[in-house]
Structure formats: structure tokens, C-alpha cells
């Protein structure tokens, strides 16, 4: 094992006793099937005034480590070996009365998901109220004052009349920023944040992030991140601890370990962290050739003659042969014209809005949600949608799968308004295009095995008999990396990166030509990210496939995108090739984008830099970010019954 000792930045003149030191930690969880190791001799310090960052992936015991300094561990988990020390005194075994007084007073944390650690029951106020009461703080009239103040420090605008709000009125940057308030309630030494902004957008998190550096440098407090995202800590922190396996695998000064990393886990953790840098996975003539191969399926399909044969007295196209897709069960046609030089798609003049409640209760106004969004995706490409959440793009998605009607306008597939599709037109539909969604741990049925996850869609398109359905199963398994032994397994028993390749497959279950991917890789590790990226970069050259991808990481669709379509406020403000936007972009807000992203400036080991100053004149909105209007919006699926 490989480490590089941490010393603290500004050491000569530096404190020398560290606020908080980790010493050969050991923490066992108890499990049904024994004793489980989840942190292996961790050690690590953290200086007054520093910002040191845990980065690792999912399970390599950086949480863990976290909740054990505040001893908010699960129940089956206990520190079994090592010392946790704060300023000096041993904390790892004290009296619960003793956590109490060290919780909020001494170390604060920000918890991980804002959607899930507030109270839904409980106005916000009340919650930061609460932590300032039980730190004996304030309160009274006083804690309620010092509720507004905290709102206000966190950078919400407004703060009197957000704080008698309930957290269903917040945005996802808003919540996060009450649960900053709470942590930094009580003025405590050391604040742990837990992935802090993981499920927040990038100008969202940078506004969060920087406030949380403004706050802390005024209060001298020290910070431990615990964060996925190589860029963010790189950016934020003066030291890196690097995780694998419960184990602290290395650690030292945040450039020098990102410049010359010494574990063979950190270079992979490295090259694998997509960024400004990141460049396209596969090349351009490689991208030509998937191009050209999916346009000749395409003609194949439709009866088109070869280009190589052209005939200029040529009359209309005989009768098409579908392609078979599975165990010879052809594709339906829709019936419309169709060019394989012809994009797939053509979304035109499309406007979606919502009623929203105002605040009389029984009257509603209209929300534009998506405002005149034009664009198309040829053959065998990927058009990428990005934006700020509530930017209206994952709306635009489910209008693309007629999951949604829109208000005006109209997508094409194959020179047919789908919006027009009922029955078997909508029937076909469904098989052609097919979606990956965002959440791998909420998108597939716990109560289904995996060969009944996979196998479903084929069952009720009537494809096949049971056997070829298996062994289409079986192949679908192959094409995503993962053992035919799986089938029999549930969901609960698969990491985020399985999980999110049985949905891959679900998605191919009947050979669509177009995948809507909604935020497909936003979930998951950078490891298992780029993992997931490179499948579906293979899968695009060996099938030919179209893809619209949804996402507000701007690093991830360099990577994976022919060309980039940018939304604002339900408006696309730039779109063009994915080359030009990122190497000239033409509007302010994607400017402000491309310099949002964590780490985009810092060069990492073997990489250059692409380095984008964000516009002038561009303040931080925070407490007016957009998506705060779709919290009231009525859910037309909801209200249908939808999922």
C-alpha cells in the first residue's frame, strides 16, 4: 500500500496539535452472513481552518469513517480498533451524554441527501430552531431571530419567509443550504459534509460550495468532505485521502496527489474522472463509420436501394421488410416515408406547460416548463441535452417517449408525429424507442428477478416462446458485461453499477434504433461512470444506435456526444457540434456552465486543461434558482397513475 503523509497547509507556522486525528481505525459491521470489515487502519488529521476531502468510491469506507466521529454509526456497525482524537482528547468510546455535547457544539454535519434528511412534517425554521435548542444555543424569540440569520448566511434569499416554509417548497440547492445552516448552527470546530452537493447541478453546487468556503473561512471552521467527485475536492480541499476497500490507500496535498498519483487505485480514480479535458471515447472517423452503418440498416429496413445503385427515373420505394429483432419477430412500420439520410428524430417548435397553485389553493397558473425547443438527432449519433436542473430537459425527454403531451408543437420519429400515435403506432413506438432513467436503485422492481426484468418487455410484445426469450436474455446479459449466473438474482443483491446495466439491457430487450438516457450515469461512481459510458459507446458501434442524452455534467457529455443542444429556462440558447460549444461557446450562460465544472481548470496527471472564465456580470442567484416553480407543479403522471 502506497501513502504520502498529510501535513498541514501552511505547516511552518502552523498550529501543531491537529483538531481532529484518525488513528489505525477499525470498524466491523455485523451481518447476517458474519463480520464485515467496512474500515481497515484508516488515519488521517484535520488542522483548524483546513479543508481535507475523502474521495473514494461507493463502499470504500469513507462515510463510514465519517459517522464514526460523531458516532452515527448503523446499529450494526462499531468502532472494534484504532483511536479517534479531537483536539487531543480520545472520543472513541464516550458516553452517549458526551456525543450529545460533541454533536452540533464541537463537529457539525451536512448529511448527504437533502431530498430525505429534513423533516417533511416540520416547518424548516422549526428543524434549525431544534438543533439551536438542543446545543443551548438560543431560544425563544432569540432562536428564531438566529433561524433567519443562519437562512441568510446559507445564502437564501428571503430568509424570514422561508423559514416558515416546508421542505417540499424548497428546490434541491435550497435544502442543501438549510441543512448547511443547520451544521454550521451551533459554531461548531469541525464540519463533516457527506457529498454535500452530489444531487445538485453544477452552478447550483458551486453557488453552494462557495458559500460554504465563505462561511467557513469567516468562521475559522475546518471542513471534512467526503465526496466521488475527483474535480470538487481537488477545487475545494487542501488535502486528499484517497479510500479503497475501508483502507486509506493515499493521501498528501491535493495537486501534488492529483499531478503524480502514487497508488495504482488513485491513477484509476484519475484517468477515469471525466473533464473539461476528457475527450470523445471513440474517434471521428469511428463515429463516421457508425454513422454510415446505422443509415444502411435503415435503408435495408425501408426497401431503399444501396447509394451505390442510384437510379435518378427511380419511382417509389418497394413495400418495406422490417429487420427481425428477436427470435424473428419483425419490427412493425409506422407507415411514413422515410430517407436513411433522414435524421431519426425531429423534435420542432416543442412548448410544454404546467398548472401551477398560486396562493389561492383552487386556482391555477401556467408554468412554461419547455418554450419552443427545436432540434434533431441523426442516425447513429448522440444529441446531448444539458442544463441546470428545472432547465425543462428531462420534460423534453419524456415528450421524445410520449410519456408527456405537449402543449404545442410536435416530435418527429421517422417523419411521424408521434404525438399522433394510438395503438399499434404507439405499440411500435414503445419498441423503437426505449429509455434508461436516472435512479438504478429505484428504476427496477425489487420483486422481480433479473431474467423477469429482462424478459418482460419481450413477453409483452409477444416475442418468442419462453426458450428463445431466455436465450435472448442470456445474449442481452453478455452485451452488458454481466454473467448469465445473474439472472436468477433480485436487484437488492447488485452494486449501482449492475444495477444500472440490467436497466441497459431491459432498454435493448426489443433492438430499438433510439435510447433516451435521463441523467443514465449521473448516480454512480466515477469508476462505474465510465464504465457505464464505454458499454454504451460499444453497444452505439456494434447496434447502430441513436441516443438522447440527458444530463447537466458537461464533462460526461464531452465524452460521449456528437452534438450538444444547451437549455435555460425551458429554452435552448445554444446548440451546434459538441466541439463547438465547448471550444467556442457563444452564450453567457454556457460559458457559466462550462466554469462551473468542479476542477475544470486544474490540470490532473496526463491530461491538458480546456480552461473557461465564466462571463462577467453573472451573480450568484441563489434563493431564485429555476426548478423552485415545478415543486407545485400538478403531476399529470401522478394524477394518470404513471410511474
Not at 412500420?333 to 422515410?338: D, F, K, P, T, Y
Not at 433522414?342 to 397558473?365: A, E, N, Y
Request: net charge negative.
Amino acid at each position: 500500500m502506497t501513502t504520502t503523509s498529510t501535513t498541514p497547509a501552511g505547516s511552518e507556522a502552523g498550529p501543531a496539535q491537529p483538531l481532529l486525528e484518525i488513528r489505525d481505525l477499525e470498524i466491523t459491521f455485523t451481518t447476517s452472513s458474519g463480520p464485515v470489515q467496512g474500515v481497515r487502519s484508516a488515519n488521517l488529521e484535520v488542522y483548524p481552518g483546513e479543508t481535507v476531502a475523502i474521495v473514494g468510491e461507493s463502499g470504500s469506507g469513507k462515510s463510514t469513517t465519517a459517522m464514526a466521529i460523531a458516532h452515527l454509526l448503523d446499529k450494526n456497525g462499531a468502532i472494534t480498533g484504532g483511536q479517534i482524537l479531537f483536539e487531543g482528547r480520545d472520543i472513541t468510546h464516550v458516553s452517549e451524554k458526551e456525543i450529545r455535547v460533541l454533536r452540533g457544539d464541537q463537529v457539525g454535519l451536512v448529511p448527504q441527501d437533502p431530498m430525505s434528511n429534513l423533516n417533511p412534517m416540520w416547518r424548516v425554521g422549526a428543524q434549525i430552531r431544534e438543533t439551536l435548542q438542543a446545543n443551548g444555543v438560543a431560544k425563544g424569540a432569540e432562536a428564531r431571530t438566529r433561524t433567519v440569520e443562519l437562512l441568510e448566511e446559507a445564502g437564501l434569499a428571503d430568509a424570514a419567509r422561508r423559514a416558515q416554509q416546508y421542505p417540499h417548497e424548497f428546490s434541491g440547492g435550497m435544502k442543501q443550504r438549510a441543512l448547511i445552516a443547520m451544521g454550521l448552527a451551533a459554531r461548531p470546530k469541525l464540519l463533516v459534509a457527506d457529498e454535500p452537493t452530489s444531487a445538485l447541478d453544477v452552478t447550483v453546487q458551486q453557488q453552494i460550495l462557495d458559500h460554504l468556503d465563505s462561511l467557513t473561512a469567516e468562521l475559522g471552521v475546518a471542513v471534512l468532505l467526503i465526496t466521488h467527485d475527483l474535480g470538487l475536492a481537488a477545487e475545494r480541499a487542501q488535502h486528499l485521502v484517497v479510500m479503497y476497500k475501508g483502507q486509506v490507500v493515499e493521501s498528501g496535498p491535493a495537486l501534488e496527489l492529483l499531478q503524480n498519483p502514487q497508488h495504482p487505485y488513485t491513477q484509476r480514480l484519475i484517468s477515469a474522472a471525466p473533464s473539461l479535458a476528457s475527450r470523445r471515447l471513440v474517434s471521428a472517423a469511428q463515429r463516421a463509420e457508425v454513422r454510415e452503418q446505422a443509415r444502411e440498416s435503415a435503408q435495408e429496413a425501408a426497401g431503399i436501394p444501396e447509394a451505390s445503385e442510384p437510379s435518378a427515373d427511380a419511382g417509389p420505394s418497394a413495400p418495406s421488410a422490417a429487420p427481425a429483432a428477436t427470435a424473428d419477430e419483425p419490427v412493425p412500420e409506422l407507415g411514413g416515408s422515410r430517407t436513411a439520410a433522414d435524421p431519426v428524430i425531429q423534435v420542432q417548435g416543442l412548448t410544454k406547460s404546467f398548472p401551477i397553485r398560486g396562493s389561492v389553493p383552487w386556482r391555477t397558473t401556467p408554468f412554461l416548463a419547455v418554450d419552443d425547443v427545436s432540434f434533431e438527432i441523426e442516425r447513429g449519433t448522440t444529441t446531448a441535452i444539458v442544463g441546470e436542473s428545472g432547465s425543462g430537459k428531462s420534460t423534453v425527454a419524456q415528450m421524445v417517449l410520449k410519456l408527456l403531451e405537449p402543449t404545442e408543437g410536435r416530435v418527429l420519429f421517422e417523419g411521424r408525429d408521434v404525438t399522433t400515435f394510438t395503438g399499434r403506432d404507439l405499440k411500435t413506438l414503445r419498441r423503437r424507442v426505449q429509455p434508461i432513467f436516472q435512479n438504478p436503485y429505484g428504476t427496477l422492481d425489487p420483486m422481480y428477478s433479473i431474467f423477469r426484468t429482462i424478459e418482460e418487455p419481450l413477453r409483452l410484445h409477444g416475442i418468442g416462446d419462453a426458450k428463445s426469450r431466455e436465450a435472448k436474455v442470456r445474449d442481452l446479459l453478455d452485451k452488458v458485461a454481466l454473467p448469465s449466473a445473474m439472472m436468477r438474482r433480485y436487484p437488492n443483491e447488485l452494486s449501482g453499477g449492475q444495477r444500472q446495466r440490467i436497466a441497459i439491457a431491459r432498454a435493448l430487450a426489443l433492438d430499438p434504433e433510439v435510447v433516451i438516457c435521463d441523467e443514465a450515469v449521473s448516480a454512480l461512481d466515477v469508476l462505474v461512470q465510465a464504465q457505464v459510458l464505454e458499454l454504451l459507446n460499444d453497444l452505439q458501434a456494434e447496434l447502430g444506435l441513436s441516443y438522447l442524452f440527458i444530463t447537466h455534467d458537461l464533462a460526461v457529455v464531452r465524452q460521449i456526444a456528437d452534438s450538444t443542444v444547451v437549455m435555460e429556462k425551458g429554452k435552448v440558447v445554444e446548440q451546434g457540434t459538441t466541439d463547438e460549444v465547448f471550444h467556442s461557446p457563444q452564450q453567457d450562460y454556457t460559458k457559466r456552465l462550462l466554469a462551473a465544472i468542479p476542477g475544470g481548470s486544474i490540470p490532473l496527471a496526463g491530461s491538458e486543461t480546456i480552461d473557461v472564465e465564466a462571463p462577467e456580470g453573472l451573480a450568484d442567484e441563489s434563493g431564485d434558482e429555476r426548478g423552485e416553480g415545478p415543486d407545485d407543479v400538478i403531476d399529470p403522471f401522478a394524477q394518470a397513475g404513471h410511474v
